[in-house]
């Protein structure tokens, strides 16, 4: 709410400043600066304290625990990310410190995960320093779903996010006629100078009268600072490109490769097809296969407002019930998507490959193609686990059943047992085998989840997996070994504080992890990961595996792939979801025709770009998995489930279901039979007085409590 602090006689200013020049190192409290200045009398020292809050609020002086302290002109600036907590307090993320403590009323108008410059003061009590925010650097988000609340007239907005401890003013001149208490609306704020008032901001568009899944999807965007729709002069730029195909293209910039065997394979879902794969015999024991990937760099001019836009996105986000694409739909699922039958422009990876998956030759290069059938991946999978050319009704993503061609059947089975030797001979290597059960629903036509079911990797989702790596690895090496600028898709080796944390936590399931040197860990890793499979424990021991892993991000540093045990990797077969492809095409581009780069020395900073948003993107695709698991969730409230319990805090255990890897919270308070405390080293609550224990690991029995739609949150109970 709008809050203005009073204003305090300041004849007090120039005797506390003389205080603090004499002791520019020590700190006092109110009552010590009344004792040296002989201030007794209460309304007098009750302006003093007044006086001392104000020089704090011109930052003459910085307030700790109740005690003041000289802010001194030279003080050490940091920069770092904000991290609210639910008590409002936050924690600032900084590569030069480890995370700092920050109390709510020193965030100086800070929100979640804005990036900010701050510095450090020592707390009054004990040798420990806390942060202040000196002032904001960026935003992390400046929209926000809130329901509206009208008092007096005057309007606010109370966000739905629980991470923002403020409301929202709406200014008399937005519109507010329409306007009703609790209706639900996107806003974006317009000034925020002063902490001690509410920030001021604007209504973009109202919502409806109700929090459905629509407004929660939007909200999860809005909390990670992502878009929800083009603007409107991006869809206007993207109508004016024009689409048409020209031969004359064709005939002087690219490799035609109409006429030789071509298809996808792709979701059954998916409108945005942006790799295919040529197939051609060349003679008894070679073979032409071509990675064709859309050519989204014809139509994204450079530094223009579409490329400006793409950039800024960074990725496409896929959340359970829709997709926001990085390209407006007219290129996303239209111009570069390589849809059947239709001629299309692409920038291809070419290789001559024999019988044992050796590379004899490859080529990269401007193409064209016309694909011969677009596949689910279900009835490609139908084909090579069959060795069939019918495609049945059940799996058939068109209307009935249907037959292949002969050349093509053949064509999937080649182009799978290459596949499988490509897959061995990396692994050989010292890749890493993660298969992380993927959760996925069923929805009906509203949007609602029917079913959970889990993503399988079969051999057709690895057919397709082996052929994009080898284009990857063979692009970032061709350009990696000439010692030339690029951008690479790299993964550093794990932490062994985070793998000595791990096989702690395994050793309880009977599996031990061997750190004895980098290959014993790779292999010791993937046994681990085998042993598991299937087991209901799999899905908690895959994600502490995950966890214990270096973040793969982009970077023109090469360090190569941990992971997939690659000296040199990239990302150049999706560019109509990912910007970093984009940059790679261009780069690769240039250096086929030895043009110059524009910008070389920008590109780090691009990097760091695209991997940020691809974290903010695969967080927003958490959130709403975990949204629909709880609206899942929400018909079964009061039934029981077998659950695997997946962490222990102090504040209580977290419990996944086996059926449908659901997770919810079991608080401490709610289990009766003794007062439990946590045991960090066991990772296990266990009880005072019978020494009964709930770790890691073990299986329990639950019912569902309650299902929190608007925080996301389950909540169990033992039975």
Known sequence: MLKKRKSSNFKYVQSILKIFDKYPDKSFKANQIAVILGVGDKNKKKILANTLDELSAKKKLVKVDKAYQLLKKNRILYKGRVELTSSGNAYIICEELEDVFVHRSKLNTALNRDEVSFYLVKRNKGNKT??????????????????????????????????????????????????????????????????????????????????????????????FGLPHEFPYEVQKAAELIDISISEDEIKKNRNDFRDILTITIDPKDAKDFDDAISFEKTDENTFKIGVHIADVTHYLEEGRLLDQEAFERGTSVYLVDRVVPMLPEVLSNQACSLRPHENKYTFSAVFEIDESANILFQWFGKTAICSDERFAYEEAEYILEHNTEVIPDEISIRSGSYKISQEIKEALITLNRLAKILRSRRMALGAISFEKQEVRFELDDNGNPQEVYFKESKQANKLIEEFMLLANKRVAAFIGKQKKDFVYRIHDEPDLEKLMALNSLIRKFGHELNLKDKKTTTASINQLLSDVQGSGEQNMVDTLAIRSMSKAVYSTENIGHYGLAFDYYTHFTSPIRRYPDVLVHRLLYAYLKEQKVKDLSNYEAYCKHCSSREVLATNAERESIKYMQVKYMETRVNRVFEGIISGVTDWGLYVELV?????????????????????????????????????????????????DLLKRQLTFELT
């Not at 401490?668 to 709930?694: C, M, P, R, W």
């Open 130 to 223: 806390e942060a202040h925010v000196e002032k904001v650097l960026k935003r992390n988000r400046t929209e926000f779903i809130g329901a509206v609340m009208i008092q007096n007239n005057t309007v606010f907005v109370r966000p739905l996010d629980d991470k923002i401890f403020t409301d929202f003013f709406i200014p008399s001149g937005e519109i507010k006629s329409t306007l009703k208490n609790g209706e639900i609306v996107a806003i974006e704020m317009t000034k925020w100078q002063n902490p001690e008032m509410s920030p001021y901001a604007r209504i973009v568009k109202k919502l409806g009268k109700e929090i459905n899944q629509d407004v929660q999807m939007h909200a999860i965007l809005s909390e």
């Open 659 to 707: 059926d449908n890897k659901c997770e919810g919270l079991v608080r401490i308070k709610s289990i009766l039979d003794d007062i439990y405390y946590f045991d960090s080293e066991q990772y296990a609550l266990v009880g005072h007085h019978t020494a009964n224990t709930y770790q890691i690991g073990q299986e329990v029995a639950i019912r569902v409590v309650e299902a």
